[in-house]
């Protein structure tokens, strides 16, 4: 097999490099569904509102599609893998929590926090989380070409610190909103 190096080429369907690169998607993707699994398998606590919105069957569908597509182009295809990695590790560091309690407890009890908590606190430990993810994404992506594995593993740390600071704060959004319609219905009564 050869190297990948540049791997901002496209490959050929069917080449060994091709079903390398799919194998990888299919491994990142599957591991991102199997950890959402384990934490939601209702997909109640479901960040991203298209994939709630899909389901499982559909969603599994349109990730096959998009694994054989991306498969042909390796720097893509080593960023999607590396965000959907870090997004099941993510996903597995709260997910026995989320299964023990149920679905529909964990979101009370979440909700509960960030009512309980300075919004100003919960917006600080997010950033912070996410721009110190950012930091370590852009200082190996300063070492390295872009057009390289570690390249695009530097693109795909960035990818996930963008999509945890962009999930987490629509799901903010959305508890916050929540808890001031019931706020508001609770005053009229």
């Avoid at 950890?35 to 991203?48: C, D, F, K, Q, R």
């Avoid at 912070?128 to 593993?153: C, K, Q, R």
């Avoid at 795909?156 to 929540?178: C, E, K, N, P, Q």
Wanted: charged content about 15%; glycine content about 6%; aromatic content about 14%.
């Amino acid at each position: 097999m050869t190297r990948l190096y540049p791997i901002s080429e496209s490959l050929a369907f069917g080449s060994p490099d091709y079903f390398l690169m799919l194998a990888l998607l299919f491994f990142g993707r599957s591991m991102d569904f199997f950890s959402t699994w384990v934490a939601t398998p209702n997909l109640a606590l479901e960040g991203n509102p298209i994939a709630k919105k899909l389901g499982w069957r559909w969603g599994v569908l349109l990730n096959i599609v998009l694994c054989v597509t991306f498969a042909h182009w390796p720097l893509t295809a080593v960023i999607i893998t590396t965000t959907g990695l870090l997004v099941a590790a993510r996903n597995f560091h709260s997910a026995w929590l989320m299964r023990s309690m149920g679905e529909d407890a964990y979101r009370l009890w979440y909700s509960e926090r960030i009512s309980n908590t300075r919004l100003g606190l919960v917006l600080l430990s997010l950033l912070g989380e996410t721009i110190l993810t950012g930091i370590v994404g852009a200082a190996l992506l300063y070492s390295t070409p872009v057009d390289s594995f570690p390249g695009a593993i530097a693109l795909g740390v960035i990818a996930y610190a963008i999509v945890v600071l962009f999930y987490t704060s629509l799901s903010l959004w959305r508890t916050r909103r929540s808890q001031r319609r019931f706020h508001i219905v609770e005053d009229e009564h």
